[in-house]
């Protein structure tokens, strides 16, 4: 099955910086989603995004479905950014969605 | 429109009692999702259920079971609960022709 990685592990901020998350999957997928886990453990929403480029306020996210990866971009970070991202993708028609070990992110003030 | 809700949020079980985690969506979804998370890991699939009266075995079945009871919910099941299964439980909607999927709260489930 398809298999999906996720980088850096870990990510150290100060508040005001920009970073970048990345996200390879091994085969080609027909749903890619961005989460956000925030230290409560809600799992939230960030972006659909199966191919293309979105942008929702400081956060943008672009699939390059032929090359196989995901980016997902923060800009101006702030405290509230801190928790884990998480992608997810599926291939086939049945939903089910393979997640990446997700990287942790820490804004410090 | 409350989305994908969860009950309980919270519950403690000794070794070999059981359960039954509730799951309902109220976004007229076809596909429902269970999945479990364990300390520093992404989400594993449990079950799924493409659409009602139908459920198939994800990556991690073993000691679950399911029933899709009608489109709005899906239940999950531990018979004999082990310490193995204390995790965290999230359940999941999906509209295929949409494709994006949508999480409901959690339950965090310890097994002493």
């Known amino acids: 099955g398809i298999q999906v990685e996720q980088s850096p592990p870990d990510l150290i901020l100060q508040e005001g910086a920009n970073s970048t998350l990345r996200c390879n999957f091994s085969?080609?997928?027909?749903?890619l989603q961005w989460f956000h886990q925030n230290p409560w453990g809600q799992l939230i929403n960030l972006f659909y995004?199966?191919?293309g480029t979105k942008q929702n306020g400081r956060l943008s996210a672009t699939t390059v479905a032929t090359e196989r990866y995901s980016l997902l971009y923060i800009s101006s970070s702030q405290t509230t950014d801190s928790g884990v991202y998480f992608c997810?993708?599926?291939?086939?028609?049945?939903?089910?969605?393979?997640f990446g070990q997700g990287t942790t992110l820490q804004v410090k003030p | 429109n409350a989305g994908v809700t969860q009950t309980p949020k919270f519950q403690v079980l000794k070794t070999g009692q059981s359960m039954t985690l509730q799951c309902a969506q109220d976004?007229?979804?076809?596909?429902m999702y269970w999945y479990r998370q364990d300390p520093g890991m992404g989400l594993r699939l449990i079950y799924y259920?493409?659409?009602?009266?139908?459920?198939d075995k994800g990556e991690v079945p073993n000691g679950y079971n399911v029933s899709r009871l009608n489109k709005r919910e899906f239940s999950l099941r531990l018979e004999s609960a082990a310490p193995s299964q204390t995790s965290v439980y999230f359940c999941?909607?999906?509209?295929?022709?949409?494709?994006?999927?949508?999480f409901g709260p959690g339950t965090r489930l310890t097994v002493l």
């Open positions: 995004i199966p191919s």
């Open positions: 085969d080609s997928v027909n749903n």
């Open positions: 259920s493409a659409s009602e009266g139908t459920t």
């Open positions: 976004m007229n979804h076809n596909s």
């Open positions: 999941a909607s999906l509209r295929v022709a949409e494709g994006e999927q949508f």
């Open positions: 997810a993708a599926t291939s086939g028609n049945t939903g089910k969605l393979i």
